[in-house]
C-alpha cells in the first residue's frame, strides 16, 4: 500500500504535462501572431500600404492554419488522455481561446480589406486614436495570455477594466467621425470606412475579456461574465447622450 | 418496521409482487417510503455515520460519513488498498464473514442500524445485494441461477415469471431465453455477469452494492452492463466500486473518493463526497483532483 506523500514527489503523466505544455505554448504562438496582425494592420492603413494589407491577408491564413493545428492537438489529447477536472477545464478553454485568437486575426484582416477597398481614397483624418486603440487592445491580449498562462485570477479579472479604455477611444472616434459626415456628406463612405476600423478594433478588446473569462475558469472552476462597462457604455449610445 | 429482523423475516411478503414492479413499490417498503417521506433523510436509502472498519487491530477504514442517495448511483473511488471494497461490503455486513472484522459508528438503512443486535446479516443481504468482481454463478440452469435464490427466501408466485422479469430487467432476457435450461457457466463473461445481476434483483433488493463489476469483461460487455446500471436505478439503488475513473464519470451521479490519510496505520477514509460532474471537473481537495488527472494512483 502507497499513500498519498509517498507517491507525491512521483511525476505521473510526464508525457502528458510535456504536451499540454506544447499546446500552451501553441496558443501562446498563435497569440503573438494574432498581436503582430493588429499592429501590422493598422500601421499599414496609417501609411495607406496596399502591399502591406495584402500581406495581412496572407498572415491570416497562417493564423487559421495555425488554430486548426492546435485545435486538432487538442481533440486528440482529449480522445486519448481522457481529462479530468484542471485538465479538462485547461483544456476546454484551450478550445474557446483559440477561437476568440482567430476570430482577432479576422478583426485584422477586415481592417486589412477596407484599407485595400479603400484604394486611391485618402484618409479622411490622420489616424491618431484609432492606433492607440489597436496599442491598448493588443497590450491587453498579451497580458491576458500571459495571465492565462500563469493562471493569475487577479489579473485575469483587472484587465477587462481597461477595456472602458477602449471604448472611451471608439466613442471618441465615432463622435469624431460624424463631425465630418453632418459637414459634408460626401465623406459618408471614407468615414464609414474608419467607423469600421475602429468597431474592429472595439471589438478585439471585448474578446480579450473572454480570454479573462476562461483564465478565471481554468484556475477556479468559476464559469462566470466578467463585468466591464462596455454595456453601460452602449446604454449611452442607446439614449442618444 | 424496515428490516429486518429475525422474526420480521418469516412474515415477509412474497417477491411476486416484485415481479412486476420494482422494490420499492411493494407493499411492504411503499409503508417504510411513506414513513420516511417527511423525513428529511427520505431521500437516503443508505447512509454510513462515523463508520470505522476494523479487521482485527487493524483499522482498515476511519470516520466514514457518506450518504447513500435512493434511485441514484454512487461510485466510490480511489487508489489500491485504500479500503473502497471493505466499505463496501459494510453496506450489507458482508465483511463479517472475514474473521475478526468489527466496526464502529453505524450504517443506516432507511434510517436504522444495519448493526443493531436484531437485525438478521442474512436478511440485510437480500435487501442489500452485492455484484462482484469475477462473474460467480452457480454451477446450475440459467433458470435455476435466478430460481433458487428466490426459491429457499420463499417466493410463492410463479417462478417462471420472476425468472423472466429478472433476465430481462438485467438486459439479458433475449439472449437467453432460448436457452434457460443450458448451464450458466456456458455465457459468455459478460452474459455471466448480467447472469449474476439477475440472480440479485430475484430475491427483491433495494441497493446493488457493485464491486468492479466490469474490471473482468471486455470494453463491449462493459458498455452493456453500464448501460443495465442506468435502467437499473430506475428501479434500485446502486453503489459501484470501481478502478475506472471514466466508468464512474460516465455511470455515477456521485462520488465518494477514499484515500489513505493515516501513513502509519494504514487507514482509509473517504475525502471527498460530491456530485460526479463536480469531482471530475471542479474537485474541492487537492488529493481527488491529483488522482482524477492521474497524477497519484
Known amino acids: 500500500m502507497t499513500t498519498y506523500k509517498e507517491t507525491e514527489d512521483i511525476m505521473l503523466r510526464k508525457t502528458f504535462e510535456h504536451e499540454i505544455q506544447q499546446v500552451k505554448d501553441d496558443v501562446l504562438l498563435l497569440g503573438s501572431m494574432v498581436e503582430q496582425a493588429i499592429l501590422n494592420t493598422v500601421e499599414a492603413l496609417k501609411k495607406r500600404d496596399i502591399k502591406a494589407a495584402h500581406e495581412i491577408l496572407s498572415a491570416d491564413k497562417l493564423i487559421n492554419k495555425k488554430r486548426f493545428d492546435i485545435e486538432h492537438k487538442l481533440m486528440i489529447l482529449i480522445a486519448t488522455q481522457q481529462p479530468m477536472a484542471h485538465d479538462l477545464r485547461l483544456l476546454a478553454s484551450c478550445m474557446e481561446i483559440i477561437s476568440e485568437l482567430e476570430r482577432m486575426g479576422d478583426y485584422a484582416k477586415g481592417i486589412a480589406n477596407i484599407n485595400i477597398r479603400m484604394g486611391d481614397a485618402p484618409l479622411l483624418k490622420p489616424l491618431i486614436d484609432i492606433p492607440r486603440m489597436a496599442q491598448i487592445g493588443v497590450d491587453m491580449l498579451h497580458r491576458a495570455l500571459t495571465a492565462f498562462v500563469n493562471e493569475d485570477v487577479e489579473t485575469a479579472q483587472k484587465l477587462p477594466v481597461l477595456d472602458d479604455e477602449v471604448d472611451a477611444l471608439y466613442n471618441q472616434v465615432y463622435r469624431e467621425l460624424m463631425t465630418f459626415v453632418i459637414q459634408d456628406a460626401t465623406t459618408i463612405e471614407r468615414a464609414n470606412w474608419l467607423l469600421w476600423v475602429a468597431h474592429n478594433l472595439e471589438r478585439v478588446a471585448d474578446r480579450v475579456t473572454n480570454i479573462c473569462e476562461r483564465t478565471v475558469f481554468i484556475a477556479t472552476g468559476d464559469m462566470t461574465e466578467i463585468k466591464s462597462t462596455d454595456d453601460e457604455f452602449w446604454k449611452t449610445q442607446k439614449n442618444g447622450s | ?297
Not at chain 2, 452492463?225 to 466508468?247: A, D, S
Open chain 2, 1 to 297: 418496521m424496515a428490516i429486518i429482523s429475525r422474526s420480521d423475516r418469516r412474515e415477509r411478503q412474497s417477491p411476486a409482487s416484485h415481479v412486476f414492479g420494482p422494490a420499492q413499490e411493494t407493499k411492504g417498503d411503499l409503508v417504510v417510503a411513506q414513513s420516511l417521506s417527511n423525513h428529511e433523510n427520505a431521500k437516503h436509502v443508505l447512509e454510513a455515520k462515523g463508520l470505522g472498519i476494523y479487521y482485527g487491530d487493524f483499522r482498515a477504514v476511519a470516520d466514514v460519513n457518506i450518504p447513500i442517495k435512493r434511485h441514484k448511483i454512487t461510485a466510490i473511488i480511489g487508489p489500491s488498498g485504500c479500503g473502497k471494497s471493505t466499505l463496501l461490503r459494510a453496506f450489507n455486513r458482508m465483511n463479517e464473514l472475514v474473521p475478526g472484522t468489527n466496526i464502529e459508528g453505524e450504517v443506516l438503512f432507511d434510517g436504522e442500524n444495519l448493526y443493531d443486535s436484531v437485525v438478521d446479516p442474512v436478511e440485510v443481504r437480500y435487501r442489500i445485494g452485492m455484484v462482484f468482481q469475477k462473474p460467480n454463478p452457480f454451477p446450475k440452469s440459467i433458470y435455476e441461477n435466478i430460481a433458487w435464490g428466490a426459491r429457499i427466501h420463499g417466493f410463492k408466485g410463479k417462478m417462471d415469471d420472476l425468472v423472466e422479469s429478472c433476465l430481462r430487467q438485467a438486459a439479458l432476457w433475449d439472449e437467453v431465453k432460448d436457452k434457460l435450461n443450458q448451464s450458466g457457466l456456458a455465457l459468455s463473461g459478460g452474459q455471466q455477469q448480467r447472469l449474476c445481476i439477475a440472480r440479485t434483483l430475484a430475491v427483491q433488493p433495494e441497493v446493488i452494492l457493485m464491486d468492479e463489476p466490469a474490471s473482468a469483461l471486455d470494453p463491449i460487455a462493459t458498455l452493456k452492463i453500464e448501460e443495465l446500471m442506468q435502467e437499473l436505478k430506475k428501479n434500485y439503488t446502486i453503489v459501484i466500486v470501481t478502478h475506472n475513473m471514466q466508468q464512474a464519470a460516465r455511470v455515477s451521479d456521485y462520488t465518494a473518493m477514499m484515500m489513505l490519510t493515516d501513513r502509519e496505520a494504514h487507514s482509509g477514509t473517504v475525502i471527498e463526497f460530491d456530485e460526479t460532474t463536480r469531482i471530475f471537473t471542479n474537485p474541492k481537495d487537492k488529493r481527488t483532483e491529483d488522482y482524477v488527472t492521474g497524477r497519484f494512483g
